[in-house]
């Protein structure tokens, strides 16, 4: 089992920058890849980035790319998202994920198995 929180969503403005965490506890941390994964009210949860074992490698989703970095310390068991130049359509709940899969599968298409509760991030305009 991995247990996984999240922390440090929040209501900002459009513009402004957040850090989200994500401490992990249980199972070795570096054995899985990270991902976070974001469901707005009304519409499915949606991929938004995710980072492999070693963090060698990332995937970002084409709507936050540019803005939104993924970045893990495996020495902290911790997988941090930075979120700069907010929009209102960042809005929705962030939830952090610990998945596996081969190394030729897109980091976004791994099975994620273990998740987080979420942390509510608002954007207002």
């Known amino acids: 089992q991995v247990q996984l929180v999240e922390s440090g969503g929040g209501l900002v403005q459009a513009g402004d920058s957040l850090r989200l965490s994500c401490a992990a506890s249980g199972r070795t941390f570096s054995a899985y890849a990270m991902g976070w994964f974001r469901q707005a009210p009304g519409k499915e949860r949606e991929f938004v980035a995710a980072i492999s074992r070693s963090g060698g490698s990332t995937d970002i989703a084409d709507s936050v790319k540019g803005r939104f970095t993924i970045s893990r310390d495996n020495a902290k068991n911790t997988v941090y998202l930075q979120m700069n130049s907010l929009k209102p359509e960042d809005t929705a709940v962030y939830t952090c994920?610990?998945?596996?899969?081969?190394?030729?599968?897109?980091?976004?298409?791994?099975?994620?198995?273990?998740w987080g509760q979420g942390t509510q991030v608002t954007v207002s305009s």
């Open positions: 994920a610990a998945g596996q899969g081969p190394g030729w599968m897109a980091l976004k298409n791994y099975d994620y198995n273990y």
